[in-house]
């Protein structure tokens, strides 16, 4: 195997840390700096909008092994700012490869950089909160950039969602031998194929509407229910998508909420959000239900939550992280409508959540 030669690299954070590594592909960019915990499915994390805006680090050593593969993408490209990694392989050993990580990466204009120690970053992370960085394989001119990011915009008050929801509607039907059983509207504020690909399955035949649809434009396709999808950014700037939320849940329309979609219910609600420190990346997080006292391990990547004590009378909290008691689901009293902060269609996994699912297409039924 002949690798590829490196050149020198850094990653500089806000609070002055300066990591020198090795150019893995090139370019320059600034975001907030966020660590994934994950084992596994690092194209999902690349190509999930939510981490719109954000250089993810990862956690385990060896990313790249398995290559990339279209099929598991969860939308057209990748999102983040920037990838770190202990170590990137370059050469992967997957019969489903279809093109080696570092090739991705650059094709796509993402920069990357390994050979830091990644343990270092995540504990700064831990200690600190995220903080906003910058990764470049361009320059070294660590005072500079450090005053660009200084200047560069905190993750909070940022409105992301215009940057990767889609242009138009479409359509998303369910798969060769599936017969459609109800209609549902997708509201896309950056979701992820898997989630439509977990209800399609089901039976489900969506229509997935750009984020400012209105609720008016929504009830007028005569929908069994509506999807509040996941998304990037801070949800409390989008006021007109807020009100649009409070008005689908006054029709009376069976409502799912999942990740940005569960803060925008509570918000609509009435209920507040506040930016956690350094946010849940990975798949590894334990949530217990209240009523059963069932823990399930669920996929995550959000950096804000639901206020539990800003939430009206008229919401019940019905689940609850266990490593920190955030709220990670709850329902509206007397109405078809709850939500979720994991992800349910957790690809490639944990799967313990995927029953809500069926839950959401009960009360659509």
């Known amino acids: ?158 409105a992301l969602v215009d940057s990767v929801t889609c242009a138009e509607a479409f359509d998303f039907g369910p798969p060769a031998g599936v017969e459609p059983t109800c209609h549902l509207a997708v509201y896309d504020f950056g979701v992820k194929t898997n989630i439509l690909r977990s209800l399609a399955a089901r039976g489900a035949r969506l229509t997935v509407l750009p984020a400012r649809t209105t609720a008016e434009e929504c009830q007028a396709l005569r929908v069994d229910g509506v999807v509040l999808s996941n998304g990037p950014g801070d949800p409390e700037p989008l006021v007109e998508i807020i009100g649009e939320v409070r008005r689908l849940v006054d029709s009376g329309l069976p409502i799912f909420g ?32 209240l009523a059963t006292g069932r823990v399930v391990i669920t996929s995550q990547n959000h950096g804000f939550a639901v206020d539990r004590d800003s939430l009206p009378d008229s919401c019940e909290v019905t689940e609850l992280n266990l490593n920190d008691g955030t709220v990670e689901a709850f329902a509206v009293r007397d109405r078809p409508v709850f939500s979720a902060q994991y992800h349910p269609e957790g690809a490639p996994g944990p799967h313990d959540a995927s029953p809500l699912f069926d839950r959401f297409l009960e009360a659509a039924l």
């Open 258 to 289: 999942i990740c940005l979609g569960h803060q925008l219910l509570g918000l609509a609600m009435g209920g507040r959000t506040f930016k956690l420190k350094f946010g849940h990346h990975g798949g590894n997080q334990p949530v217990r239900d």
């Open 1 to 158: 195997m002949v690798r590829r030669p490196r050149s020198p690299a850094l990653l500089v954070l806000e609070d002055g840390s300066v990591f020198e590594g090795r150019a893995a592909a090139p370019g320059t960019r600034f975001g907030e700096v966020v660590f994934n915990t994950s084992m596994t499915g690092y194209q999902e994390i690349l190509t999930d909008p939510s981490y719109c805006g954000q250089i993810v680090v990862m956690t385990l050593p060896h990313i790249g092994n398995y290559g990339i593969s279209a099929a598991v993408a969860e939308s057209a490209q990748p999102w983040v700012e920037g990838f770190v990694a202990r170590q990137f392989t370059e050469l992967p050993s997957s019969h489903g490869s279809e093109e080696d990580l570092l090739a991705y990466l650059g094709r796509h204009a993402v920069p990357a950089l390994d050979g830091i120690d990644t343990r270092a970053v995540v504990r700064r992370v831990r200690e600190k909160g995220a903080l906003r960085g910058v990764l470049t394989t361009e320059r070294s001119d660590v005072t500079a950039l450090l005053a660009e990011v200084a200047e560069y915009p905190s993750m909070t008050g940022r």
